[in-house]
């Protein structure tokens, strides 16, 4: 199962790739012109991009820099965890 990718998260796909030498998460901010009041789930849909599309980090000083690399063969998988599964994997490694 694979969610479908918010507006604002296929806008930031749009500057990444109008960027492929790489572009900061503020300089992205910058350039979708952002208000201070819809920032606070900006990290959050940058990150969603990560299940559908092959998205490298590089540290340029001290600039953390988004290359957008292309679409992933395959979406990863954004299902829940079901608790019961969750409880026994945990119970099997017994607190490792």
């Not at 900006?42 to 490298?56: K, P, T």
Request: hydrophobic share 35%.
């Amino acid at each position: 199962m694979t969610a479908r990718l918010s507006e604002i998260s296929l806008r930031i796909l749009e500057v990444m790739k109008q960027h492929p030498e790489g572009i900061s998460e503020g300089e992205i901010r910058e350039e979708l012109r952002i208000p201070p009041a819809e920032q606070a789930n900006f990290g959050r849909r940058r990150r969603e991009l990560n299940y559908h599309h092959l998205i490298e980090k590089k540290r340029e000083g001290s600039r953390l820099l988004y290359i957008y690399k292309g679409p992933l063969n395959k979406p990863r998988d954004t299902a829940a965890i079901n608790p019961r599964l969750r409880a026994q994997a945990l119970h099997a490694a017994r607190g490792r």
